[in-house]
């Protein structure tokens, strides 16, 4: 007998069809002897919609009232799925993240878990009922209800299942598995039979939201056995592996991430001397805005330029601060875009092969699109280029590297 934890996705619990299908999923699991911990996110558009009615009332709502907030959301999925599975003859109890004691810190929106309470669950499962846990939100030391950043839920399951010591996470979705690039972007996107954890941080850090990266995180920290399956049809999905087995095996490049989340910044005509770098950024970290992607161009006339990016939703108090620095160091302008989006391939093939890059900024220029800026990690190649040539850049890449071509 095993313990699998379960989590199914908005879309998956969309509607009352869709959670009595998942009802009929867990109940049919639960008959064949396994002990199962769901774990829920809220109907798909539920957490936007309740994020809307917060915007209708102020744009400063405190971060602790959004979390009191959105996670309603969970708590309904958790209570209805319980109902349809306890209709169905399949034991079950739901429970909210304060309830199981999801413990995190304080930073609401995007708190981190720090513990998990099994005691509790353990005595249910022993009594042979299937747990519903509420995704995407915890308690903190003080009793307040926070949540985990958007997309949340996927690392409830992970956190959880590694609390659990469970047998596997199984993360079910709207699509059957981990494809090479977004299905909905590329049509031929091909779905992997694995991917390795390593792969499977950096997809998800530069922007495929299928998994959120704290969940890879968790899974590979703890070595929680994680698949992403489709809540729709049957089918093997795409297991996250853990180890990088045989890397002669490797395909060079595994799959295509991308995001539009980011805003790019430049500060023109600032001194070319030592310590000036420091003097713009440390300000940013200091407000507390993640830079990614840095730039610093070569010196003409003893000036420079540096460029970076910054999440879109802090591109406005990223420019505030620039503006000011700028003005200290007497720098030329600042200038601003947040139409930009960043394409990334990742490969753990990538290490052992040489003139990937070439060939992906071969690939780009045949489309004639422009790269505006360039960042590398072992594994990773990421470009900055404008947004409207986003899904032109991932279908041009999609077919250069032939990843429609079964290679896993
Ligand atoms: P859920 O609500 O189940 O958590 P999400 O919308 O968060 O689902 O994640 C699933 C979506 O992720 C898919 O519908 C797909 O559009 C998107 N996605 C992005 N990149 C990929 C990828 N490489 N493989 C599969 N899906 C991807
Ligand atoms: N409901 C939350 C969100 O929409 C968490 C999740 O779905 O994982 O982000
Ligand atoms: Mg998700």
Sequence with gaps: MSLIVQKYGGTSVGSIERIEAVAEKVAACRALGDDIVVVVSAMSGETNRLLGLADAITDTPTPREIDVLVSTGEQV???????ALNKRGCAARSYTGAQVKILTDDSHTKARIEEINVEGMQADLQQGRVLVVAGFQGVDSAGNITTLGRGGSDTSAVALAAALAADECQIYTDVDGVYTTDPRVVEGARRLKQITFEEMLEMSSQGSKVLQIRAVEFAGKYKVPLRVLSSFEDGPGT?????????????????????????????????????????????????????????????EDGTTSLTFTVHRNDLNRARGLLESIAMELNARSVVTDDQIAKVSLVGVGMRSHAGVASR????????????????????????????????LAVRALHSAFELEKDAN
């Design 77 to 83: 999925t958790i209570a209805l799925l319980s109902m």
């Design 239 to 299: 297991l996250i592996t853990l180890e990088d087995d045989d890397s002669m095996e490797n395909p060079i490049i595994s799959g295509i991430a991308f995001n539009r989340d980011e805003a790019k910044l430049t500060i023109q005509g600032i001194p070319d001397t030592p310590g000036v770098a420091s003097r713009i950024l440390a300000p940013i970290g200091e407000a507390n805005i993640e830079v990614d992607v840095i730039i610093q161009n070569v010196s």
């Design 360 to 391: 992906m900024f071969t690939a780009l220029a045949e489309h004639n699109i422009n790269i505006q800026m360039i960042t590398t990690s072992e594994i990773k190649i990421a470009v900055v280029i404008d947004e409207k040539y986003l899904e």
